[in-house]
């Protein structure tokens, strides 16, 4: 039986940042292994199942540098160990959501409503353009897809910079080369980005002023003189020196 915990398209959809790569994998792989297993699949399928996601889980932990999650090679029914590794992998993901609750990523931004509206008015002019222009239906059926990924990550808490990026340039090639209802594209693309770039700017900005202040340098030593040598002690009695 062919089957996979997840795809080549959701590897590539990853976040950049390693630990928040590792969360949405093992999440991923989770949710695909429940969903394989039920009261209807064989036993040994079962094992299978299970062994394939504690090795993907422990593999990623290992590739991204997460402590703390191994796979069971010492145990004699590896396939056996999944509800202890189940508990370990718990602990590593709520440790790290924990350490970074309030972090900010520096290749993300949080967007505000009205910014996400303006982005959503550009990406229905964009589908609109798409829907109407003399494309193949391939490359239509692909660009809509673009779209309907740069909505979803508009959704995120946090939008991804390089994520941005792929997807806009995705769109961007193959409209170069449309037809010239396609024309306005680039432009609503731009107000994408710069809608983007002014509310990372303005989060820097907040952010640097909320900051504390830099440590005060400490005060200036006086300069000290360098010490003189001491003056050498010599004998006033040169008798016993004189040869004669």
């Not at 928040?20 to 209807?40: A, V």
């Not at 692909?142 to 941005?164: G, Y």
Request: one cysteine or more; aromatic letters at 6%; proline letters at 7%.
């Amino acid at each position: 039986m062919h089957y996979e915990l997840i795809t080549a398209e959701e590897f590539d959809q990853l976040p950049e940042d390693p630990e928040e790569q590792f969360i949405e994998l093992e999440g991923i792989c989770r949710r695909s292994m429940t969903r394989m297993i039920d009261d209807n699949t064989r036993a040994e399928f079962d094992h299978l199942v299970r062994m394939q996601y504690m090795t993907t889980v422990a593999a990623a932990a290992q590739e991204l540098g997460i402590d703390g999650i191994k796979y069971p090679y010492d145990a004699e029914h590896p396939a056996n160990e999944l509800d202890d590794f189940l508990l370990r992998v718990s602990g590593v993901v709520t440790r790290i959501r924990l350490r970074s609750g309030n972090r900010i990523r520096p290749y993300s931004v949080r967007l505000g409503t009205r910014s996400k509206g303006r982005i959503e008015i550009e990406i229905r002019k964009l589908r609109g353009w798409i829907e109407e222009a003399d494309l193949p239906g391939v490359k239509r059926k692909a660009l809509l897809a673009k779209l309907d990924e740069l909505a979803a990550e508009l959704n995120h808490t946090r939008v991804s910079f390089a994520k941005i990026m792929r997807i806009l340039a995705a769109i961007s090639v193959p409209l170069a080369s449309g037809t010239a209802f396609l024309a306005e594209a680039p432009a609503a693309i731009h107000t994408i980005l710069t809608v983007i770039g002014s509310d990372k700017e303005r989060e820097d900005e907040e952010a640097a002023r909320l900051a504390p202040p830099p440590k005060a340098l400490p005060a200036p030593q006086p300069k000290q003189e360098p010490k003189r040598p001491m003056p050498v002690a010599f004998e006033t009695d040169f008798d016993n020196d004189v040869p004669f």
